[in-house]
Structure formats: C-alpha cells, structure tokens
C-alpha cells in the first residue's frame, strides 16, 4: 500500500533522514519506534506532504505522492493524527471533528455524518463533550479527538504520531485497544512510537529508527525477543 524509498530530509544544513525506506501492507498495523530525536516524525510528515523530502520517493498505492500536496494526500486517503495530538483549544470537540473532513467534497454530507456517528460510538467520551472547549479535556481525551478528527478523512492508511506519549498506563491501554479496532474495522495503521513494549504487541510488522536510519526491521512480536530491541527499547538487560 505503501513504499518509502530512500527517503532523505534535511532542516537546512541538518539532515534528519539518512535513507529511510519501509513498506506497509494493506490490512496491517506497522510500527516504526525508535527514540526521541530519531526521525520519527520527520518521517510521518514527509508521508504526509507537510515536509518535503531531499531525494527517495514515496509510493501510496503504486502512485508516487512525493510532489502531492498535503490536503490531496488527505484525499487520497492518508491522515495524520500528529505527535502533540494539534487540537484547538478555543474551539469545540465538534468544530474539531468537523476539520478532520475538511478535505472531502460537498456530496459525501451524508457518508461524513455516518463517519462522524462511528467515530462517536468508539469514541463515546467525545460524545458526552461534544459542545465543550476542547481545551478543557483531559490529554486521553485530546488524543482520542486527535484519532477522531484524522478519522473523518476516511482514511484508508492512518499515520499516528506518538499516541500514548504523556498518557496514564490505563489511558494508554484504551488508546491500544481502540487502535486494534479501527485496524480491524479496515483501516491500515503505521503507527510512531517510543513506547515499543505497546506498539511491538499490536504491531504486525516493525521498523526501528535510529538517527535517521532504520537499523532493524521484521515480524514485530520476533523484534521483540531479539535481545538488542529488548536492551535498547524494552528495559531488559
Ligand atoms: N523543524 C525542525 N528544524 C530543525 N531540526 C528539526 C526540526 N524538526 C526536527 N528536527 C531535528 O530532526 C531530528 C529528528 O526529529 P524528529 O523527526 O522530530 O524525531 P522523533 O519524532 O523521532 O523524536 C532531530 O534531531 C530534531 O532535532
Ligand atoms: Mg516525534
């Protein structure tokens, strides 16, 4: 579904992707973890169009996007729930849902709307504060809101920066088990994250960043035995 090749990013004279290449099968839930300051989100932004890539090609469905503009990337299905979860405080959860279909046409009214109601089923804590300053919510909620919004795209490939960063244990085992679901409801997931014991349990596949190069890539639950993952990502000596 997706191929990065190669990919190579500089801020000014600081290059922040050494050669990234990935790939992320249609159905599946990939991960990429790897510290902080690795080139995580560098990566995920580059997907998205928001950060233009030095040279390596990004291909979405035998397609290459690397030259496409964010908002037609959105439409093509890919979204982004950033690192820092990008929420408007003075607005509310609704108004902040209704960004997440910014991209998508008059005609589909009726198919944002069913969006919208699923997103509040799995969701039902945006439900009971749908009218409220999203500013006023806790950091699970504001994250949920996060996945909300990007849900309202209609992703087919969904891009989550680092979802469970700063949240309690039990918020961050809701965040994982909702991120099962919306794998199994037909979404495809490359999912950024520092909390590898999580991501490596739901994860199908994994890619491990390092400085701006992936150092180690396979089955994720095999990654997780192997002893320099679990030295270095999992706190086992
Ligand atoms: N806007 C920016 N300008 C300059 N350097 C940046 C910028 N964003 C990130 N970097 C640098 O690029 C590297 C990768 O950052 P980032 O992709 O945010 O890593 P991660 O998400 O894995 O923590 C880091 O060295 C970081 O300091
Ligand atoms: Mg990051």
Partial sequence: MLEVRD??????????????????????????IGCNGAGKSTTLRTISGLIRAASGDIVY????????????????GLAQSPEGRGIFSNMSVDEN????SFARGRHEKAAIAQDRERALTLFPRLRERLRQNAGTLSGGEQQMLAMARALQARPKLLLLDEPSLGLAPQIV???????????????????????AHMALQVANRAYVLEVGRIV????????????AVRKAYLGHG
Avoid: C, W
Avoid at 61 to 76: C, F, M, Y
């Fill in 7 to 32: 990919l190579r990013v500089n801020y000014g004279a600081i290059r922040a992707l050494h050669g990234v290449s990935l790939r992320v099968e249609r159905g599946q839930i990939v991960t990429l």
């Fill in 61 to 76: 469905e035998g397609k290459s996007i690397r030259s496409v503009a964010p908002h037609e990337i959105v439409r093509l």
């Fill in 97 to 100: 849902l209704s960004l997440g």
């Fill in 173 to 195: 085992q809701l965040i994982f088990r909702i991120i099962r679901e919306i794998n199994a409801a037909g979404t495809t997931i490359l999912l950024v994250e520092q909390n």
């Fill in 216 to 227: 180690m890539e396979g089955d994720a639950k095999e990654l997780a035995k192997s002893d």
